[in-house]
Every structure is written in C-alpha cells, then in structure tokens.
T-cell receptor
Framework: NAGVTQTPKFRILKIGQSMTLQCTQDMNHNYMYWYRQDPGMGLKLIYYSVGAGITDKGEVPNGYNVSRSTTEDFPLRLELAAPSQTSVYFC?????????????FGPGTRLTVL | KQEVTQIPAALSVPEGENLVLNCSFTDSAIYNLQWFRQDPGKGLTSLLLIQSSQREQTSGRLNASLDKSSGRSTLYIAASQPGDSATYLCAGWNSGNTPLVFGKGTRLSVIA
C-alpha cells in the first residue's frame, strides 16, 4: 500500500491564481482530512470528509474548497491565492470517525504564494 | 477552546539517555490522544494512539501515558538514538466529533 499520497510536493503561486492540491489514499478509509501547518505552529484542520459526497468545515476553511467524489480522492481547491495561504498542507485519512481511530498522513505539499 | 502545550519546545540529549516529552491540554476531558513524529520537510508518522479506555501504550522503546484527570500526557523514549532526532507532536480529541487539536511540538536532537 502506498498509504496517503499528495501532489505536487512544492508549488509557487502568484496572488490571485488558483490551484488544486491532490490527495489519494489506498487504505479504503472512510474519513479524510486537510490540515495546514504554519512555521512553529500546530496543525490546523481546514476541511474533512466522512465519506464520498460528504464534506464539512474545520477550524480554518476560508479561502478553500473541497469535494469528495470517490472514497480514494479528496482534492483541496484554492480559488484566489493569497500570501496568507503560504503554508505546508497535509492530507490525512482514518478508517473510522474523528476521535475513534488513528490518522495517517501524507508527505505534504509546500505552497508559497507571492 | 482546547489548546495544547508541549514542553520543552526543544531538547538536546546525548545518545543513550532516557527522556520524557510532555503535553498538556487546557480542557482535561480528552477522549483520545495520538503522538506523532515529524522529520524535517516530511509528513507526520503516527507513533502511538491512546484510546478512551486506555491509560498508556507502548511500542518498542516508546511509552506514552495519559492522565485524564489532569489532561496531561507524557512520551517516554528509552535509550535514545541519533535516529530519534525529529519533532514530536501530540494531538488530542475532546469527543467523538471534534477535530484533532495539535500541539506545536518538541524538537528533539540526540547527539552521538
């Protein structure tokens, strides 16, 4: 199993550009999550999904959108990139609910908005 | 709002030493707790999960415990090795439907 994979690994965007961060898991997990990690800070939850077709906001959802059309994929969309979105983005998954099970993380996408 | 504090923020020890990393929650009603390791420029690797019915978990040289009455957790690393050098993060849930709340981590350096 590859686990949780993310693409791209690095990206530089100009202010106002848009992009999609890709996340795929091959563990047949129901729950998937997007976090951002700013330097010296803990991870913050952006969005999560409890299954295909169902998503919900986390702590810091503004400026982002998600969709979940399949169990495996959970892309994160940035529509109008802003410097405040410069961060490292992590996708994670778990088999059961938010507090019920171990979360597994992808390697991250390092995004810089200039 | 739940907040997580990890002490110390950074730690440097000689190889072979036993060490303890600390994690505390402002709201002691912790449901589950997970410890992670993060290497520079890498993702998070799950180390130990303490579920609601448990008080501690062990994996090899690692032992994590959770005192729910005080909202404190410790990660004990025995006989530290240079390969243990990384940032260690703790994260907890207050209930079944709340997001995982992370600490800022402890950066550990084990010197050969």
């Amino acid at each position: 199993n590859a686990g949780v994979t993310q693409t791209p690994k690095f990206r530089i965007l100009k202010i106002g550009q848009s992009m999609t961060l890709q996340c795929t898991q091959d563990m047949n997990h129901n729950y998937m999550y997007w976090y951002r990690q700013d330097p010296g800070m803990g991870l913050k939850l952006i969005y999560y999904s409890v299954g295909a077709g169902i998503t919900d906001k986390g702590e810091v959802p503004n400026g982002y959108n998600v969709s979940r059309s399949t169990t495996e994929d959970f892309p994160l969309r940035l529509e109008l990139a802003a410097p405040s979105q410069t961060s490292v983005y992590f996708c994670a998954s778990s088999y059961r609910g938010l507090a019920s099970d171990e979360q597994f993380f992808g390697p991250g996408t390092r995004l810089t908005v200039l | 709002k739940q907040e997580v504090t990890q002490i110390p923020a950074a730690l440097s020890v000689p190889e072979g030493e036993n060490l303890v990393l600390n994690c505390s929650f402002t709201d002691s009603a912790i449901y589950n707790l997970q410890w992670f390791r993060q290497d520079p420029g890498k993702g998070l690797t799950s180390l130990l999960l303490i579920q609601s019915s448990q008080r501690e978990q062990t994996s090899g040289r690692l032992n994590a415990s959770l005192d729910k009455s005080s909202g404190r957790s410790t990660l004990y690393i025995a006989a530290s090795q240079p390969g243990d050098s990384a940032t260690y993060l703790c994260a907890g849930w207050n209930s079944g439907n709340t997001p995982l709340v992370f600490g800022k981590g402890t950066r550990l350096s084990v010197i050969a």
